[in-house]
């Protein structure tokens, strides 16, 4: 569990938030609001991030900011996950886990000691010489794996480095279910997006799950889904239509600007980041998200609070991510400029989000 806001600190952040997600909005006449309602409103994404993020509390324990698990890795993708997992723990996540293939493993525990690293996951290949009895076998194992972490855990990040291989995608989508059922929030990235796009009902109607496309992944949805191409002219409403057919479900449509809906409203997050389009960033923003989501799930369940669809904490979570990756790979531009990389990016984190929330 997260750490519990006093009643004080709670109405003052609900206030807040009103403000913040609604400003003047509240006071416009219907047929005003709804024609901007058709537009995304611009999110203020540090006050967002002040709202959500927790002070630290020496009363708390280990594990009370967050427990985030990635869900991720295989021969040839380790960066991925890893970008992932660390970028949670620098936000200020307690512990963070990788559920990756038996070779993705021992590398990415390379990479750093601070992440517990699970290597559960099975690719075709390994298993090629089994009959179908063995690998069904196998296939309960690997659910067994993940199943008895499952209700530990605040969210999940399905997809960074997963790669495409059909056996893995496969019990990637029963532990998609598994985290259903212990209502387990869930952010979808990379690869976890090539399955959900194929099988859509994975993830239907649940208002915990987040989909965070890049341009292709985002192409390839409005295509399966809208059944149409994707309309720049018309993006806020579009994603707001993707969002709302797939069951309310929030949507963080990367780009130049960041668009997020779950099918009710539509928000924008376009600070000045950095002009590097290295690969990883879209890793970090997915842990992040996770992080935020979490923190922002903890408030929720303070009775004294009373949440709008637009302050959801998938919507939040998303808001506060984009703001805080945008924040840091502006600065690790200012101090790395062309050379900059996704992990310069990941070392500005702290800096970034103290920044906006100072530690003491
Ligand atoms: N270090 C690691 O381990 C990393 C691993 N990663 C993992 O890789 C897996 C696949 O994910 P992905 O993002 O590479 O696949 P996808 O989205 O299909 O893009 C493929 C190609 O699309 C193009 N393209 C891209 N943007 C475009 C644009 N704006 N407009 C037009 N075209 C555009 C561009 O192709 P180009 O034609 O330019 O060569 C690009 O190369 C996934 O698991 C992910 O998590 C990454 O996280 C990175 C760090
Ligand atoms: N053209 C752009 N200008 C400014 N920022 C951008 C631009 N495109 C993406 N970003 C930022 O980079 C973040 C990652 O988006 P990107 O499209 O690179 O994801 P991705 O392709 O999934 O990345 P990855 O390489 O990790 O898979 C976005 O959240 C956004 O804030
Ligand atoms: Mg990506």
Same mark, same amino acid.
């Given at each position: 569990?997260?750490?519990?806001?006093?009643?004080?600190?709670?109405?003052?952040?609900?206030?807040?938030?009103?403000?913040?997600?609604?400003?003047?909005?509240?006071?416009?006449?219907?047929?005003?609001?709804?024609?901007?309602?058709?537009?995304?409103?611009?999110?203020?994404?540090?006050?967002?991030?002040?709202?959500?993020?927790?002070?630290?509390?020496?009363?708390?324990?280990?594990?009370?900011?967050?427990?985030?698990?990635?869900?991720?890795?295989?021969?040839?993708?380790?960066?991925?996950?890893?970008?992932?997992?660390?970028?949670?723990?620098?936000?200020?996540?307690?512990?963070?886990?990788?559920?990756?293939?038996?070779?993705?493993?021992?590398?990415?525990?390379?990479?750093?000691?601070?992440?517990?690293?699970?290597?559960?996951?099975?690719?075709?290949?390994?298993?090629?010489?089994?009959?179908?009895?063995?690998?069904?076998?196998?296939?309960?194992?690997?659910?067994?794996?993940?199943?008895?972490?499952?209700?530990?855990?605040?969210?999940?990040?399905?997809?960074?480095?997963?790669?495409?291989?059909?056996?893995?995608?496969?019990?990637?989508?029963?532990?998609?279910?598994?985290?259903?059922?212990?209502?387990?929030?869930?952010?979808?990235?990379?690869?976890?997006?090539?399955?959900?796009?194929?099988?859509?009902?994975?993830?239907?109607?649940?208002?915990?799950?987040?989909?965070?496309?890049?341009?292709?992944?985002?192409?390839?949805?409005?295509?399966?889904?809208?059944?149409?191409?994707?309309?720049?002219?018309?993006?806020?409403?579009?994603?707001?239509?993707?969002?709302?057919?797939? $069951? *309310? /479900?929030?949507?963080?449509?990367?780009?130049?600007?960041? =668009?997020? @809906?779950?099918? !009710?409203?539509?928000? &924008?997050? %376009?600070?000045?980041?950095?002009?590097?389009?290295?690969?990883?960033?879209?890793?970090?923003?997915? $842990? *992040? /998200?996770?992080?935020?989501?979490?923190?922002?799930?903890? =408030?929720? @369940?303070?009775? !004294?609070?009373?949440? &709008?669809? %637009?302050?959801?904490?998938?919507?939040?979570?998303?808001?506060?991510?984009?703001?805080?990756?945008?924040?840091?790979?502006?600065?690790?531009?200012?101090?790395?400029?062309?050379?900059?990389?996704?992990?310069?990016?990941?070392?500005?984190?702290?800096?970034?989000?103290?920044?906006?929330?100072?530690?003491?």
């Amino acid at each position: 569990m997260l750490v519990k806001h006093s009643s004080s600190t709670v109405l003052r952040r609900q206030q807040f938030l009103v403000r913040t997600l609604c400003g003047s909005r509240t006071h416009l006449p219907k047929l005003i609001r709804a024609t901007m309602s058709s537009k995304s409103e611009a999110a203020d994404a540090e006050s967002v991030l002040r709202t959500v993020t927790p002070s630290l509390d020496p009363k708390r324990h280990k594990g009370q900011a967050g427990k985030i698990a990635v869900i991720g890795g295989c021969r040839e993708y380790t960066g991925a996950p890893y970008f992932a997992a660390i970028s949670a723990l620098k936000i200020g996540a307690d512990l963070s886990h990788v559920f990756c293939t038996k070779d993705a493993a021992p590398v990415i525990k390379s990479y750093s000691p601070e992440l517990i690293v699970h290597p559960v996951l099975e690719e075709s290949y390994t298993i090629s010489q089994f009959s179908e009895e063995e690998k069904r076998k196998v296939e309960d194992k690997v659910i067994g794996e993940v199943d008895k972490w499952m209700e530990r855990f605040d969210c999940l990040v399905i997809g960074p480095g997963l790669g495409r291989d059909p056996f893995l995608l496969e019990c990637v989508s029963k532990i998609m279910l598994l985290a259903k059922k212990s209502n387990v929030p869930f952010v979808v990235d990379g690869d976890g997006l090539f399955l959900v796009t194929n099988s859509i009902d994975l993830v239907k109607s649940y208002p915990l799950a987040v989909l965070t496309p890049n341009v292709n992944e985002y192409k390839r949805l409005v295509q399966k889904v809208l059944n149409c191409e994707v309309d720049e002219e018309n993006a806020g409403d579009q994603l707001r239509s993707l969002a709302k057919q797939i $069951g *309310g /479900v929030t949507i963080l449509r990367k780009g130049k600007t960041d =668009l997020i @809906s779950n099918g !009710e409203i539509v928000k &924008s997050v %376009s600070i000045y980041g950095s002009p590097r389009r290295c690969g990883g960033q879209g890793d970090i923003l997915s $842990g *992040g /998200v996770a992080v935020f989501l979490s923190w922002a799930q903890q =408030l929720k @369940s303070d009775p !004294e609070r009373n949440f &709008s669809p %637009s302050e959801s904490p998938a919507i939040l979570g998303c808001i506060a991510a984009s703001g805080l990756l945008r924040k840091a790979a502006a600065l690790a531009f200012t101090k790395h400029k062309r050379s900059t990389l996704t992990s310069d990016i990941i070392e500005c984190l702290g800096e970034s989000l103290e920044d906006i929330c100072p530690a003491s």
